[in-house]
């Protein structure tokens, strides 16, 4: 059975940084391209940025390209999204996924984490 478990969230002024961290289980990490998608008060999924299996391949959203950075160290079945110059709008609920098709349809979503950006 698949398992992610989103860490790291929690509250930041405008400008500040957090890293999320998403730890994998249940499947072949090392096999999977993931992704990060976001889900802020009252809309809709958003999908953030993905991985490639090797993580030599990454991709952004336009909203964040240039401030945040995925990775992932496969030797430990983890992904990160170091987020920077955070901005309210970034204000959501953050989660984990396993990609099915590149580079954002997926089939397993963790439980997520908050992150709220607020002066």
């Known amino acids: 059975q698949v398992q992610l478990v989103e860490s790291g969230g929690g509250s930041v002024q405008p400008g500040g940084s957090l890293r999320l961290s998403c730890a994998g289980s249940?499947?072949?990490?090392?096999?999977?391209?993931m992704g990060w998608v976001r889900q802020a008060p009252g809309k809709g999924f958003e999908w953030v940025s993905s991985i490639s299996m090797n993580g030599f391949t990454t991709t952004y959203a336009d909203s964040v390209k240039g401030r945040f950075a995925i990775s992932r160290v496969n030797a430990k079945n983890t992904m990160y999204l170091q987020m920077d110059n955070l901005k309210p709008e970034d204000t959501a609920v953050y989660y984990c996924?396993?990609?099915?098709?590149?580079?954002?349809?997926?089939?397993?979503r963790g439980q997520g984490t908050q992150v709220t950006v607020s002066s």
């Open positions: 249940g499947f072949i990490f090392s096999r999977s391209a």
């Open positions: 996924v396993a990609l099915r098709k590149w580079p954002d349809e997926y089939e397993d």
